[in-house]
Every structure is written in structure tokens, then in C-alpha cells.
């Protein structure tokens, strides 16, 4: 049964419990997910982990890549509380601050994630589908907002992080939320695991975060999702959220400089 189809395929093998997550091209992210998810696991974290019934590698075969997950099926229109998951999150990271020195040490920083959005919004064959004044816009405020993020958030302050735990990142088992989708896990702000959040997820640590880094966080991943999702428009419900973040970033930054930036 498909579960989703964005970036990945993700379909339940029924009747067994469990997830098939499957990639096209490199995937080089599915590699680090299954480890750092297994490490997770052994550490407590709450998190979903491989299934047991496979071995816990990719799978690769003719340019397809294979990850098998615990299935734990979600109730309908899900309401997990911010308590819980201000509660999960910190688990989480306490969890990564524990990871082996030998995964850390591979682990990418967040910005190299953002570098690939800049490369992104510079090719315009890619974005065939997003009008090019507004893709114009984008650089605009991605510039901006590079140089604003460089400026606020100090190496020194970085930790691991999830790096992409938005709603659809987060499952509800046995009553209390888990974190999925490793691939983004990177070394970074923890402002940009809570960018991903709601405002009021990230206001019950609101006095551990730098607010304007924060702000600057949202708005940065409002651009990388309005970018990822224009670039691949057709696939899912990518068109919807292409639309609804273009729009916040239009009305937000109408007046965000002028001219080129390529």
C-alpha cells in the first residue's frame, strides 16, 4: 500500500509491519539514515527503527535503493501536543549528542544542505515550472538570509540535530511521538530542527533558542521548501506546498532588494 510518493517512494509491505522506503540515483542520505537510526535505537531514542525482520543496510539494486522500517499505522488528523513534542525533541537530541565520533565525524552541516538550494534556485531548467520573476525572489531572500544565518549561528554552538522534523517527519506510537527520516541528519543550530516546528513547539524552549536566529531559520526553510517542491511540482501534494511557501515569502519579502543575483 503507497503511503506517500515525494522524494522517496514510502509503501507498507502489508501484511507485514513494515515500511519499504525507496530512492532513485545516489542516495547517499539512505546510508547515513540506517545508521544513525540504529544507533539511536540502542540508545533509547525516540525515534522508529529499522525492521527487524531485514537487515539493517540499503538495499540496492538496477538504480533503486531499499530501507526497511517498523510500520506503526497513524490515527486520522493526528494532534500530537507541543508538550510532547518539545518533550520528544529534546530526547532526541540528547540521544544524538551520544552518537559514535565515528558517524559524527561524517555527518554534514546544515549549510551544505542550504548550498545545494542556492545551486537549486541558480538553474533555472530545473525550476521550468516556477515563473522566473518569482524564482528571482527566491535568490533575492536566499542571499539575504545566507548571509544573515552565517552571521548569527556560531559553529561553536552546533550540535547533531534531525535537520527536517516537520509534521510528516513525526509518527504517534503507542501514544507518544517518534522521529522518522534520517537522511538530514547534520550538524547544526538546534533553531533549525524548531524552524521545521510550530511556533509553539518552539516557544516551550523558548528560553534556550536565539529568537532571531530562529526567525531567520523559518524563513530559510520556507525557501529550501518552496524550492525542492517547485522542482518537482507534479509529484504528490509537492504543488500545494510550493504555492502556500512562495506565497508566505512573497508577501513577507515583496520588497527584498531588486535585480539579479546570478
Not at 48 to 74: C, K, L, M, N
Not at 244 to 254: E, R
Request: aromatic content about 8%; glycine content about 6%; hydrophobic content about 40%.
Amino acid at each position: 500500500m503507497l503511503l506517500r510518493s515525494t522524494n522517496n517512494v514510502v509503501a507498507w509491505l502489508s501484511p507485514l509491519m513494515v515500511v519499504a522506503k525507496i530512492g532513485v540515483g545516489p542516495k547517499l542520505g539512505f546510508h547515513t539514515e540506517v545508521a544513525v537510526a540504529s544507533e539511536l535505537e540502542a540508545l533509547g531514542g525516540p525515534i522508529v527503527p529499522p525492521a527487524p525482520e531485514f537487515p539493517a543496510i540499503v538495499h540496492s539494486q538496477d538504480g533503486f535503493h531499499v530501507t526497511f522500517w517498523r510500520y506503526y499505522p497513524q490515527p486520522p488528523d493526528v494532534d500530537i501536543p507541543c508538550d510532547q513534542l518539545t518533550t520528544a525533541l529534546r530526547g532526541l537530541h540528547a540521544a544524538c549528542a551520544q552518537l559514535s565520533a565515528e558517524l559524527r565525524v561524517g555527518l554534514p552541516s546544515y549549510l551544505e544542505e542550504l548550498q545545494s538550494v542556492s545551486e537549486l534556485l541558480r538553474d533555472a531548467t530545473r525550476l521550468s515550472a516556477l515563473p522566473e520573476r518569482d524564482r528571482r525572489l527566491l535568490i533575492r531572500v536566499f542571499d539575504q538570509l545566507w548571509q544573515q544565518v552565517q552571521a548569527s549561528s556560531p559553529s561553536s554552538t552546533h550540535a547533531v540535530i534531525h535537520g527536517s522534523p516537520h509534521p510528516y517527519n513525526v509518527l504517534l506510537v503507542d501514544g507518544m511521538p517518534r522521529f522518522i527520516d534520517f537522511e538530514t541528519t547534520c550538524i547544526g543550530p538546534i533553531e533549525w530542527d524548531l524552524a521545521h516546528m510550530s511556533p509553539d513547539t518552539a516557544r516551550n524552549v523558548a528560553g534556550e533558542i536565539d529568537a532571531h536566529l530562529l526567525q531567520i531559520c523559518r524563513d530559510l526553510v520556507r525557501v529550501k521548501t518552496a524550492a525542492w517542491c517547485w522542482a518537482d511540482v507534479h509529484r504528490g501534494d509537492l504543488r500545494y506546498h510550493a504555492e502556500v511557501h512562495l506565497a508566505h515569502l512573497k508577501k513577507t519579502f515583496a520588497g527584498a532588494g531588486s535585480g539579479g543575483s546570478e
